[in-house]
């Protein structure tokens, strides 16, 4: 099946240390994004690629990077993870504006 | 501009009860419109979505019409079940806007009781 998936699932990281975390895609689409979702909230756009333009969202601290290899491939790093970056961080991919699918989330902890 | 409203939760209810979830929205152009059900520890899985006005979105006994005179895209479900539990999720997109961006309610939980 036509997926998205994140890995890891669950990331734990030392206060100022960097990290990385990695989306894959299986359908093929050309937009990908990255949220942040804190406590059940809502979801917050952090930034996403359309094709290989990175867009990033005008209240997304600097701390917050991405990259984008390649179609398949989209990674998150966050520079210095301070305790209020502890989140889940969900990968969705949509081809053009249409339907965003999302993967199952890094939940990553901050220590 | 674009907001999305959704009413406030938890909602809890017994085993086969019947389930309405309100969201109401505001939009400047033709938006579509999207339910989302994200399960305790996990992504969010798209449940249902209308493109246009009058459209009805259904998956898994859940319902939702689009409603342009009320603009409402009530999430409806007969008769519940424990299994689904979880956070509910509306959002739209409005692609005439030039964003990419969905703007999503607050969600609601639901609890269903055995």
């Known amino acids: 099946d036509a997926m998205v998936i994140q890995n890891p699932r669950y990331q734990v990281t030392q206060f100022g240390k960097p990290v990385t975390l990695s989306c894959s895609q299986t359908l093929n689409h050309n937009v990908m994004y990255w949220y942040q979702q804190k406590s059940s909230q809502a979801p917050k756009l952090l930034f996403h690629?359309?094709?290989?333009?990175?867009?990033n969202e005008a209240d997304t601290p600097d701390n917050f990077q991405s990259r984008r290899p390649n179609t398949s491939f989209c990674f998150l790093d966050i520079r210095s993870p301070g305790l209020g970056d502890a989140a889940m961080y969900l990968c969705?991919?949509?081809?053009?504006?249409?339907?965003?699918?999302f993967g199952p989330g890094t939940r990553l902890l901050v220590l | 501009g674009n907001s999305v409203t959704q009413m406030e939760g938890p909602v809890t209810l017994s085993e086969e009860a019947f389930l309405t979830i309100n969201c109401t929205y505001t939009a400047t152009g033709y938006p579509s419109l999207f339910w989302y059900v994200q399960y305790p520890g996990e992504g969010l899985q798209l449940l249902l979505k209308a493109t246009k006005a009058d459209d009805k979105g259904s998956n898994k006994g859940f319902e939702a019409t689009y409603r342009k005179e009320t603009t409402s895209f009530h999430l409806e479900k007969g008769s519940v079940q424990v299994s689904d539990s979880a956070v509910y999720f509306c959002?739209?997109?409005?692609?005439?806007?030039?964003?990419?961006?969905?703007?999503f309610g607050t969600g609601t939980r639901l609890k269903v009781l055995a």
């Open positions: 969705a991919t949509s081809r053009e504006k249409e339907t965003q699918y």
């Open positions: 690629y359309y094709d290989k333009d990175f867009n």
């Open positions: 959002a739209l997109s409005d692609r005439s806007s030039g964003t990419y961006k969905y703007i």
